[in-house]
């Protein structure tokens, strides 16, 4: 077995492992590769161990990995998204997961309505307030959720969040949990069109944690992967 297959092995072991503690079906969690800086050929190796989906940060960097792949490969992109880069990626991905305010639902729904097509998206919440990191408010997250659920080639299909740093997983989880907590408040309001059945948090250093309070997205980069790569040659 590569190094590749054995990592990949290891965090889908963990992943199952941390559902079925949970009470929960294994199945009810998937794996978001996180490949941004990393090759095409490295996502070609996780792609023929089995991995499927993969989170991209950068719209640069997706539209050339895509140019470069012919796999049948999901992307999710799951960075901070700039407006005036959505056409770049307009029906190209299956999933944002960092839709933070009206203006940039406004212009998905109008690049993805000019395919004919619809885009599934996650209001991305900033749970911990920090300046450094997108999202709403907890306290705005229903308004921009009503707002979005306007728009006719947008379909809501859950939150994001990404906590703040902690050595300890267990720091991350009054995150993790006060994101469920949202949903669940979401899904009460009862707004057409919106379903709360994705919740994307977790990271490698936390995923399980993140699993243990109903995490259905975790997004793993250097657990398979390795350690981020900031120079390429």
Known sequence: MGEMAERLRKIEERIAQTALRAGRDPKSVRLVAVSKTKPAAAIADAFACGQRIFGENYVQELVGKQGELTQEISWHFIGSLQ??????????????????????????????????????????????????????????????????????????????????????????????????????????????????????MGMSGDFEAAIEEGATLVRVGSALFGERQYHQG
């Not at 979005?148 to 300890?168: E, I, K």
């Open 83 to 200: 407006s005036n880069k959505v056409r770049q990626i307009a029906g190209r991905v299956d999933l944002i997961h960092s839709v933070d305010r009206s203006s940039l639902a406004r212009e998905i729904d109008r690049q993805w309505g000019a395919l004919g097509k619809f885009c599934d998206i996650l209001v991305q919440v900033n749970i911990s307030r920090e300046e450094t990191k997108g999202g709403t408010s907890s306290e705005e997250l229903l308004d921009l959720v009503r707002e979005v659920a306007r728009l006719p080639h947008l379909r809501v299909r859950g939150l994001m969040t990404m906590p703040p740093f902690f050595d300890d997983p267990e720091g991350a989880r009054p995150y993790f949990r006060r994101l469920r907590e949202l949903a669940g408040e979401v899904a009460a309001a009862a707004i057409a069109g919106v379903e709360m059945r994705e919740l994307s």
